[in-house]
């Protein structure tokens, strides 16, 4: 029996070297296309709860036939030996076999691996306790209102279909890491108001709840009329409203909250605000950019978790390009570098004795020590060639 992985451990072992690995994934699609020679291949798209996977099939193998049996959004076992293509980046097979997984197994491969959902639901308690201790009752009503009528909805939305958080519950992480930096930034700066940031964090992506959800029983993603004629902010601009009016405009809540400060319309206009303006420019989707202390911070906020996301995932399933050097991953700017590891001062030698003022002649020259020396597959940064000015006063 091969090793059982996930898509992502299977990046991060591939090699030139093939390996029997086994698979459990959901076929996302199947696609026949035809080279430029006119020659028919199978391109598949594979899923688990966090990455996706292609493989091309050519018409020579002996998996050709196999995808003609496969159907598009059911969940399959998948042995074979994998490893790099020939570009050295791409995933490839040689040879596998494909098994209808059974119930069971399916609902495992649903749930994702053991460390996911004790992340997930880690970071669920924690925004259903950052919610729970928001001093406004009006922006707590708002938020544990949501959280009753659509938290399963939530938990299995994406943070975008692409480059972050891109996976199943991937919404929740990225909504849990930003409301953990909002309250500490809170904590730095006394302009800003946490009730109305942490709350403006939970809903700024709301909207992805019909954009980016997944099914209840799949990894697939609908693209929906109303997410391409709308987009996720002004719908969660328009949910943010329904809820409003709910714990507004029903029961004692009306009364109770007639005459607290700031009134009811600022903090709801306001919330509106940060939805959106968090994408901070025009370009980028917003219709108005931020105005506002809580707008300026979420839009930041919510780039660098997104950012920093790219950056670990990146770290993980990009292929090495030299040594400390790995390739791009979109959208980032460049080749991703490996990060400085933290000081720890474990291996400290003995304290270099200073030498004590007094005993300095300073009538004798200071001798410098000897430069250390630079290793070969290192940067070189001593010029071999004489500075141009030196040059031009030879």
């Excluded at 020679?37 to 193998?61: C, N, Q």
């Excluded at 929906?224 to 709910?246: C, K």
């Excluded at 400085?340 to 410098?368: C, K, M, N, R």
């Amino acid at each position: 029996m091969s090793d059982l992985v996930s898509i992502r451990e299977l990046k991060q072992q591939a090699a030139p070297t093939h390996t029997a690995l086994t698979l459990r994934v959901q076929l996302e699609s199947l696609k026949q296309k035809t080279t430029k020679a006119g020659k028919p291949y199978y391109e598949l798209k594979f899923a688990d709860a966090e990455e996706t996977l292609i493989l091309r099939v050519w018409s020579e193998t002996a998996m050709f036939p196999t995808c003609a049996q496969l159907q598009e959004r059911q969940f399959y076992e998948i042995a074979g030996e994998f490893g790099l293509g020939g570009d050295g980046r791409n995933i490839d097979s040689r040879q596998w076999q494909a098994q209808a997984l059974p119930e069971d197994q399916i609902a495992e491969v649903l749930a994702g691996s053991k460390e996911l959902q004790a992340k997930q639901a880690q970071d669920y308690a924690f925004i259903e306790e950052a919610v729970a201790n928001l001093a406004d009752p009006r922006l707590r009503a708002l938020s544990e209102r949501f959280l009753e009528k659509w938290g399963e909805r939530f938990q299995r939305t994406a943070g975008a279909r692409d480059y972050h958080h891109a996976r199943r519950g991937g919404l929740v992480e990225h909504v849990a890491q930003m409301m953990r930096s909002a309250i500490k930034i809170c904590e730095a700066y006394e302009i800003l108001n946490r009730d109305l940031l942490v709350t403006g964090v939970l809903f700024h992506d709301v909207g992805k709840l019909w954009e980016n959800v997944y099914a209840k029983n799949g990894f697939s993603m609908a693209v929906t009329e109303v997410s391409e004629l709308i987009s996720h902010i002004p719908m969660g601009m328009e949910i943010v409203n329904q809820l409003w009016r709910d714990v507004h405009e029903t029961g004692d809540n009306a009364s109770a909250w007639q005459n607290l400060e700031p009134n009811g319309n600022s903090v709801r206009l306001h919330l509106l605000h940060l939805l959106a303006a968090h994408h901070g420019e025009l370009a980028f989707g917003s219709p108005v950019v931020p105005k506002t202390p809580e707008a300026q911070a979420l839009h930041y906020i919510d780039n660098l978790d997104a950012k920093m996301e790219m950056f670990e995932r990146g770290y993980l399933v990009a292929g090495e390009a030299g040594k400390n050097v790995y390739d791009r991953v979109r959208p980032l700017p460049g080749r991703l570098v490996k990060p400085l590891a933290a000081f720890s001062g474990d291996d400290l030698d003995e304290p270099v004795a200073e030498t004590p003022v007094a005993d300095i002649d300073p009538a004798e020259p200071l001798q410098e020590e000897p430069a250390a020396s630079i290793e070969a597959d290192e940067v070189q940064f001593i010029a071999e060639e004489p500075m141009a000015e030196e040059v031009a006063n030879t």
